[in-house]
């Protein structure tokens, strides 16, 4: 038999023994370099955006709510509901004031009577906030 098909195998043989000590420190200071990169991180100051205070509900004005309601309360009196024109939100001789959670409404409506006819019927209604978002009529009167 040829010799030559006996041998072992000759596995590759480094080029130098400093070449992979080499590779393993600049693997080492890769890896010290991120580690140190990444703990800075962590130290860095974090800014946060200022927080927005919400006030309780208690607390706000909610004129335009009470207006809004006022005119729902005011709808539902009229024999026509579907023909009433409100004044435009807060304008047009409309005035609001508030006393705690107690608003007073006064504006006016444009609205067909029971023959057809469109009036101008000026109203006051006293609403109160019971809750966030929720409204109870006190009163309501008509000037004719």
Not at 1 to 7: G, P, T, V, W
Not at 22 to 39: D, Q
Not at 87 to 95: C, G, L, N
Not at 125 to 141: F, P, T, Y
């Amino acid at each position: 038999m040829d010799k030559r098909f006996l041998r072992e195998p000759e596995l590759p043989v480094s080029r130098g023994k400093s070449g992979g000590y080499r590779g393993m420190l600049l693997l080492s200071l890769v890896t010290v370099a991120l580690f140190i990169a990444m703990r800075s991180m962590d130290d860095a100051p974090v800014v946060t955006a200022p927080v927005s205070v919400q006030r309780s509900w208690v607390d706000r004005d909610e004129s335009l709510g009470a207006f809004v309601f006022a005119q729902m309360a005011v709808k539902q009196s009229l024999k026509a509901p579907s023909s009433a024109k409100f004044a435009e939100t807060m304008r047009d001789d409309t005035s609001v004031n508030r006393e705690g959670q107690v608003y007073t409404v006064v504006s006016w409506v444009d609205a067909q009577n029971s023959f057809g006819a469109v009036l101008r019927k000026v109203f006051a209604a006293k609403v109160e906030q019971v809750s966030d978002g929720r409204w109870k009529l006190r009163e309501l009167s008509f000037v004719e």
